[in-house]
């Protein structure tokens, strides 16, 4: 990529970070190609899609989810790595109005742009959550795509709710301490 190019590339992966923060997902790609100084036409050669720019914006959040997967599969007990991992993952999620949506239809197969990002997600919720039921945790017929749809429903009532961020540590809790064995 021309250093020109990737200048415009980074700069529309930052302005749609924060339009995406404020707007939600469906912000104005007009006004995201305005702010960071270029054409609508740059935007399109970029990202030829809503969701490809989606995708961009939200490798860096996936990238750090990953590396804390990683870290806490090596340093916590697991169910303590599952319930910081998710909690984690709920976080970044809410953030940007939306993305619950879109990670929902990204799993379940309705989004080639946010197919990878769904994927290694899923991954790493399957590997959380596996070791935290090997460990007698969590009961045997809780599915990572039972943890998937937990944690979109949590993530948009914390991007809606003015107490987000007590609504995500209850409900969490909650939801999780229904699938607990006993």
């Given at each position: 990529m021309r250093a020109d190019a990737r200048r415009n590339y980074l700069r529309l992966v930052e302005v749609a970070s924060q339009a995406f923060i404020r707007d939600g997902t469906e912000a104005s790609l007009e006004d995201i190609a305005r702010t960071a100084g270029v054409g609508i036409g740059t935007l399109y050669r970029h990202f030829p899609t809503r969701?490809?720019?989606?995708?961009?914006?939200?490798?860096?959040?996936?990238?750090?989810?990953?590396?804390?997967?990683?870290e806490l599969r090596e340093t916590a007990p697991p169910e303590e790595?599952?319930?910081?991992?998710?909690?984690?993952w709920i976080r970044h999620t809410?953030?940007?109005?939306?993305?619950?949506?879109?990670?929902?239809?990204g799993i379940q197969g309705g989004s080639d742009e946010?197919?990878?990002?769904?994927?290694?997600?899923?991954?790493?919720?399957?590997?959380?959550?596996?070791?935290?039921?090997?460990?007698?945790?969590?009961?045997?017929?809780?599915?990572?795509?039972?943890?998937?749809?937990?944690?979109?429903?949590?993530?948009?009532?914390?991007?809606?709710?003015?107490?987000?961020e007590a609504d995500v540590d209850r409900l969490l809790e909650l939801t999780l301490d229904g699938l607990r064995v006993r």
């Open positions: 969701r490809a720019l989606v995708q961009a914006v939200l490798d860096q959040g996936r990238l750090d989810l990953e590396a804390r997967a990683r790595a599952l319930l910081v991992w998710v909690r984690g809410a953030r940007y109005r939306g993305l619950a949506r879109e990670y929902l239809v946010l197919k990878d990002s769904c994927e290694s997600l899923r991954s790493m919720g399957r590997d959380l959550l596996e070791r935290a039921q090997a460990a007698g945790a969590f009961r045997p017929d809780m599915t990572v795509d039972d943890l998937i749809k937990f944690v979109s429903a949590i993530s948009w009532i914390a991007e809606c709710s003015p107490d987000g």
